[in-house]
């Protein structure tokens, strides 16, 4: 039995496929940085905070205030928003200032977002 044969009806013509892609299929490393931060999103909390500082900046206790979470809470998970670089920090005097950063990658999710909220819940309040 040829197991080159065997082989190629199992793939379903995938290499073919893979053949007329024009760029190299992206490293480990790099799907490695989109599955981070898709880990740092898959918090529900962290998600809407992410989405609330794509339109304003803010303080965390006005960040608490508006999520109804505690300020230590909405640190932590603004903590991991900026490790990923999806948010910025700016201190004003005594407080400090948190937004989204102004990349690609942060205007991107935020559209990803609400039009993942548009199609999931088209008639929410």
């Known amino acids: 039995m040829d197991t080159n044969a065997n ?10 496929l893979l053949a007329h892609l024009k760029e190299p299929v992206p490293s ?8 981070d931060i898709f880990k ?17 900046e803010t303080c965390v206790i006005d960040l608490s205030n ?7 809470a909405v640190s932590h998970h603004l903590r991991q928003l900026r490790n990923m ?8 005097g005594k407080e400090v200032y948190y ?3 102004e990349t690609e990658i942060t205007a991107l999710l935020h559209q990803m977002i609400e039009k993942v909220i548009d199609l ?4 929410a309040d």
């Open 40 to 56: 740092i999103l898959g918090d529900p909390n962290r998600c809407r905070i992410f989405w609330i500082l794509c339109h304003c």
């Open 28 to 35: 480990l490393q790099q799907f490695k940085k989109v599955s």
């Open 66 to 72: 508006r999520v109804e979470m505690t300020s230590p």
């Open 99 to 101: 937004r989204a950063a």
């Open 7 to 16: 082989r190629h009806e199992h793939e379903h013509g995938v290499l073919e």
């Open 85 to 92: 670089d999806l948010v910025i920090s700016e201190r004003i």
């Open 120 to 123: 999931a819940c088209p008639y």
